[in-house]
């Protein structure tokens, strides 16, 4: 599978109308998570999804109180993690306290081994231009494949797959529904995809 991109400006910070120069930006087939990276793993490791899950939990748990301590913190073949801190601007460092400057996100820098990995990948170009939606045929079948792949779908991640607005993602997985090739679980703002269980006798 071929990575996709698409070529796009950034808003010109001066505010004015001069146009900025264009720069290619990876468009997300969907988001793969902690369940799906463990599955692939355990695929391909031989060690049980639950070790795997079990090891992730203790690892972020370590980090964050190693963070907390104040600790920069390196993931072997992934890649670097420190904590930036925020406050109210201020012209001299006396007008602040330590109570007001307070934990704003963690960095991550990409280590060497994980860009060497990346440096080879396919890349294909999407068609330009705002309105572009591949058939409906042509969206189920990206659908497919990434039910094939995984387990289920959000509709985010539908519309990151194929381009759709919201109301053409949820009118295409309502279809589908009707259609008894799909089946939705979860609740609300959880509401998952996934093909239909198997009917049993």
């Not at 087939?29 to 079990?54: P, Q």
């Not at 704003?104 to 990409?110: A, D, G, K, P």
């Not at 939606?133 to 387990?151: I, K, M, Q, S, W």
């Not at 008894?180 to 679980?185: D, M, N, T, V, Y």
Request: hydrophobic share 30%.
């Amino acid at each position: 599978m071929c990575a996709r991109y698409r070529m796009v400006r950034n808003p010109n910070p001066t505010g004015d109308k001069k146009k900025q120069a264009l720069h290619p930006r990876v468009v997300p087939y969907g988001t793969i998570h902690t369940n799906d990276l463990i599955e692939e793993a355990e695929g391909r490791s031989g060690i049980s999804g639950a070790d795997i899950k079990g090891a992730l939990q203790v690892i972020a748990d370590v980090m964050a109180r190693r963070l907390d301590d104040g600790y920069n913190i390196e993931l072997d073949g992934i890649g670097f993690f420190s904590v930036s801190l925020a406050s109210r601007p201020v012209m001299d460092k006396k007008e602040l306290r330590c109570e007001s400057i307070h934990f704003r996100n963690v960095n991550f820098r990409c280590g060497k081994y994980l860009k060497s990995k990346l440096k080879s990948m396919h890349l294909e170009r999407m068609p330009e231009g705002k309105g572009v939606l591949p058939p409906f045929d042509e969206r189920v079948r990206r659908l497919t494949e990434y039910l094939n792949a995984h387990h289920y779908i959000t509709c985010s991640d539908y519309r990151e797959l194929t381009g759709c607005s919201k109301y053409r993602a949820l009118e295409d997985l309502k279809k589908l529904i009707d259609e008894g090739k799909l089946e939705k679980g979860g609740y609300r703002s959880t509401r998952v995809y996934s093909f239909p269980s198997a009917v049993k006798d």
